[in-house]
């Protein structure tokens, strides 16, 4: 071969490295190949947030304000936000653009990013012994078209997808398309217009997916045609023949619903339980669910409770495991309520029984059971942790249903009953309520959730809002949001299993020894020649 061949040859191999680094940086940046060996492919994009990142029909921009050079906890989530919003962009079809700035010290960046309704962070840095508050900036805001959707902290990544994915949705959703979520008020409910405590940020959340309406029940008009789903939140005072009659009315044209009831009222003063009849016993059990007059408790798998104590002549307040608060770990794990959730927290909880058969059509779901070493007593005056070391006279063993979904249709609970009055004093010109309307006796297909305990919205937020996205049939991204990379944890054991493994680690290593030096003598025999 010619030198001139060899140079043409060398050339044409140069000119092809180069299309193919060319081609090979086109098309990764538009896809991605990761090995994710991750139970629940926690590292790697839900096939809803591609679908949602590929549907954008208009450019969406995307700016984030981080201040940069944070210091632990908080050092590498800038590049942590960078990736997830890379890995987006990847699969919007170049309708993504992303800018990340540090406004910090810079006063037009400042007042830019509280232009779209930012607020910078406080951020305590730690150096050997002093501490020094600095204020950083953890946001980012999404704007498309002329709406805008604001993610103000990225502190939680575990979050992140889903809160990137939520965002996108909500800005390609028109907004005369969200769902109306109602919850039921007059009786002794929790007041979700102004939340406290762990109900702040659940209730944020839910606003962000829905319509949050409140409905005074028991006036002369029905829950609006409008109203997609109704939350009954723990009513601690008898709920009205009429307001039952507005709720099973909802139910019967479609609406679907989650009933939390709560039994067992514990008043931490005087430690003692106080018996609550929210009068739903009734409705419920012609739906073929049936929530015991028990309460249930868990001396294994439990959690934390602050309780006075009284050291000297002080009062203070110690933590302890208590029995009440019972942890369920036995979630339903085919249901996409619970699926991804390692426990829900269940506190002052009676049992639930559904009866065979149910209504005809009607499928359920037990969503949290809790465990075999779970018991239940009938009735329950003092809270005293020391009365639950031994187990009670009355106690009956578990594990028990907790919290149930069914889906179906059912007949009225008023078909053979005449429809009640309404109470005057309750104001029908409410948001909720609309007009009365004919009595329907055979219900549509509908979906409904019961837990037999109202503290759990305020202790287990990702499984409501899972619930609010399954009642309004919004299920898309409550795969994203049950993503968490959790540390797996050991079953407790009972005193009968810690003895067995403990004598199968002294009797094991006796054994194997003895086992080979038997087929050792074995094969020693076989090589001595008769």
Known sequence: MTRRALLGNSALQYALTILVVVLGSLWSSAHFVRADLTSNRLHSLDEASKVLAGKLE???????????GLEAPYNNHEQAVRDKLEEFRAYSKGRMQITVVDPTGNAERTAEAQGYGLTPLQYTVREQDRAELRTVWMGAVFIHGDRTEVLPSLTQLASLEYDVAAAIRRLEQPVKD???????????????SKPEGPLRALVEGMARKAYLVPVQLGGEGLIAEEVDALLVIGPQQLLSDRALYQIDQFVMRGGSAAFFVTNTRPEMRSLRAERVNSGLD??????????????????????????PVRVGDKTGSREINYPLIVRATDLSQTSVLTAGLDSLLVPFAASIELPEPLPEGVLSTVLARSSPSSGSVPALRQLDPAQFEKVLETERRGPFTLIVALTGAWRSFFETRPAPPGDPEVPDKQDGIGPAAPLLTQGAPTRLVVAASADVVANNSAFVLNLCDWLVQDESLIGIRSKRASVASLAPTTPGERSAWRAFNLLSGPAVLLLFGALRQLWLRRRVPA
């Open 58 to 68: 208009r450019p969406l921009s995307v700016k984030v304000y981080f201040t940069r």
């Open 178 to 192: 969200r769902p109306i979520l109602a919850y039921s008020t007059g009786n002794g409910e929790p007041d979700l």
């Open 282 to 307: 009734p409705l419920l059990g012609s739906w073929g669910v049936r929530i015991n007059r028990d309460v249930v408790l868990d001396r294994v798998q439990n959690g934390a409770m602050r309780f």
